[in-house]
Every structure is written in structure tokens, then in C-alpha cells.
């Protein structure tokens, strides 16, 4: 199975902060790689797709990058609203592995 | 809109069994693969199967293989997944989620609102 990591585990952020966080894939996915949101008690969001593809409605302070094996997400002027959890998912080959997830949290 | 809801869960035993299902609606169900996704209490996201549109694919996460099955009825817009010899380990919400497709990319555009399952010891 391929397995994702994501660093850092948390961060704690101020509201227009920028915020990266990284995903790392144990093996070549090629642009395999989709970014999701979630806030406690609700399902998962997604926002980003095939690394940089905005999901309709998702604000575009949010962006991705990375190939290969190596991704990024960004978060370019942390709102309220982004406090959560962020999860890189690969979906080049079943079982489509999540990352551990990222928690953003107010500093 | 598209909605997804999901039922079925529950409090079950060691070694039991129990039926999740998906109900679907607003969107053009035969037309997607599914998924089910689970989170276990305080843990993060584990992808556990997903079905092709026709249901003659199907593709699980190791721990599950040989224990629990995806199925679908497109006639009732409606996705399964039977668990059988469940542990305690199998406790978490459980999602299911549609995947749109743009290429040969898959992607968990719709989610529901998850339901429980609790296997006690």
C-alpha cells in the first residue's frame, strides 16, 4: 500500500497567517493527490484536487502544488473559518490511503 | 443537491454483523463509483472500499478484505456495505462518499453525514 505522511502533525496559526503544510507520498503518484478539510463532528470537505485543481466554491487563498511525491498545501491569509483538520488523500492506486492529517488551531 | 445519507449503524458485538446503507439522491447515481470511509473516535481518515457504477469492480482496504462487502443497487439509488466478523477495531463513523472522475482521477466530491458503528468487546 502507499503509505502518505503530512507534516507538521498541528501548527497553531494567526487569522491572515500563511500556512503550508506538506504530504508525502512512500511512493511516485504523479498528480494522484487530493486535499481535504474537515471540522469537528462533520464529514470531510474536499478542496483541492490532481494537486492544484480548486474544488467549485472553495476560496482561492487555498492552493496546491507538488509531483511526484512531494505536495503542499497553502493557505495564503488564514480565515476563522480555516481552523481545522487537513487531510492529502492519493487516489493513484486502491486502497486510496489518507495522510495523518494536519490540525490548524488558533495561536 | 446532492444528498447522501447514510444508516445502519449501530452497537454490535465482537464477531457480529451489521449492514450500512447509503441513500442517494440529486445526481444520477449509476453514473459514479462510490466509496465508504471511516473515522475512527479522535482518529483520522481510513479509505475502506469503493464500487465501479456497475458494481463489477470493487476494491478493499486489507483489514476489511474477506469481512465486510460493497454492493449497490442503482434501480434504488442506494449504496451498501455489509460487515461481517466485526471487531473492536472496526469502531469509527463510516462515510460514504461519491467519486467523480475527471480523467483517469478519482475524487470524494460529496460526503454524508456519516453514521456510527461501536463494536464492543
Known amino acids: 500500500d502507499i503509505q502518505m505522511t503530512q507534516s507538521p502533525s498541528s501548527l497553531s496559526a494567526s487569522v491572515g497567517d500563511r500556512v503550508t503544510i506538506t504530504c508525502r507520498a512512500s511512493?511516485?503518484?504523479?498528480?494522484?493527490l487530493n486535499w481535504f478539510q474537515q471540522k469537528p463532528g462533520k464529514a470531510p470537505k474536499l478542496l483541492i484536487y490532481?494537486?492544484?485543481t480548486l474544488q467549485s466554491g472553495v476560496p482561492s487563498r487555498f492552493s496546491g502544488s507538488g509531483s511526484g511525491t512531494d505536495f503542499t498545501l497553502t493557505i495564503s491569509g488564514l480565515q476563522p473559518e480555516d481552523f481545522a483538520t487537513y487531510y492529502c488523500q492519493q487516489t493513484y492506486r486502491t486502497p486510496f490511503t489518507f495522510g495523518p492529517g494536519t490540525n490548524v488551531d488558533v495561536k | 443537491d446532492v444528498q447522501l445519507v447514510e444508516s445502519g449503524g449501530g452497537l454490535v458485538q465482537r464477531g457480529g454483523s451489521l449492514r450500512l446503507s447509503c441513500a442517494a439522491s440529486?445526481?444520477?447515481?449509476?453514473?459514479?463509483?462510490m466509496s465508504w470511509v471511516r473515522q475512527a473516535p479522535g482518529k483520522g481518515l481510513e479509505w475502506v472500499a469503493n464500487i465501479k457504477q456497475d458494481g463489477g469492480e470493487k476494491y478493499y482496504v486489507d483489514s476489511v478484505e474477506g469481512r465486510f462487502t460493497i454492493s449497490r443497487d442503482n434501480a434504488e439509488n442506494s449504496l451498501y456495505l455489509q460487515m461481517y466478523s466485526l471487531r473492536v477495531e472496526d469502531t469509527a463513523v463510516y462515510y460514504c462518499a461519491r467519486d467523480a472522475a475527471t480523467g483517469a482521477y478519482s475524487l470524494s466530491d460529496y460526503w454524508g453525514q456519516g453514521t456510527l458503528v461501536t463494536v464492543s468487546s
Open positions: 511512493q511516485s503518484i504523479s498528480s494522484y
Open positions: 440529486g445526481f444520477t447515481f449509476s453514473r459514479y463509483w
Open positions: 490532481v494537486v492544484s
